[in-house]
């Protein structure tokens, strides 16, 4: 997810980037145009070329061109202020000073907004790097923080598995252990019966052999008594 999320954040910005540079440039190209028919107005106002010098086509080329370069500019909102300039540059014949003068000032309007918007788009280009870098830097860390996550789970992974083993282990030796007490168990039994039977037969014994000393003893005094009396 963090990958996806970093290489959608790039490619948006390389098309923010994209469009921050074809803008930039046609402003530029623009005002270049607009210097341009700023130098041929001042000429006029000047006295310096006449109308024979600057023809209309001239005139209409120049302001062709300044429309030309700012009606795909991005944020530029300004074509009412390009028509008027195209109207009143096309329909006058520059012999007037006040006409001259107000395409002079529609120009200088349009070059002061086109340096406005450079500088606008400017702005917004630092800020949008800036952005795209805290992302980035954000995406980084939360990719080591799941790296290192991964890491710790893999290393508790095999402690896990270590006890298991441990566990495993402990488990066959009490199995072992129980089994040898089994064996002990049934021999010592084996041999405590063995010793009861060995003993119930010698009480068995001794039991016969008393019987047979009490009748010894009281044959013998039974036979001697009758001897005394004779």
Known sequence: ETIARRDK?????NIENAQFQKNTKE?????????????VMASLRSGG????????????????????????????????????LLEVALNQNFVD?????????????????????????????TKAVDTYN????????EEKGIEKKLSDDK???????????FTEKLI???ENLKVKLTNSLEEQTKIFDQRKLQNQQLLEQFDRELALVRD????LNSGGIRKGHH
């Open 9 to 13: 954040a790039t490619s948006e910005r």
């Open 27 to 39: 402003s530029r190209e623009a005002i270049e145009a607009v210097d341009e028919a700023l130098t």
């Open 49 to 84: 070329s006449s109308l024979a010098e600057v023809k209309r086509e001239t005139v209409k080329d120049l302001m062709g061109e300044i429309k030309d370069k700012t009606v795909n500019i991005k944020g530029f909102e300004f074509a009412p202020l390009i028509n008027a």
């Open 97 to 125: 000073k006040e006409a001259a003068q107000q395409v002079v000032t529609l120009l200088n309007k349009i070059r002061k907004n086109l340096v406005n918007l450079i500088r606008e788009m400017e702005e917004n280009e």
């Open 134 to 141: 805290k992302l980035i830097e954000t995406l980084a860390n």
């Open 155 to 165: 290393t508790n992974l095999f402690k896990t598995q270590d006890d298991i083993k």
């Open 172 to 174: 066959v030796a009490c």
């Open 216 to 219: 010894a003893i009281k044959t």
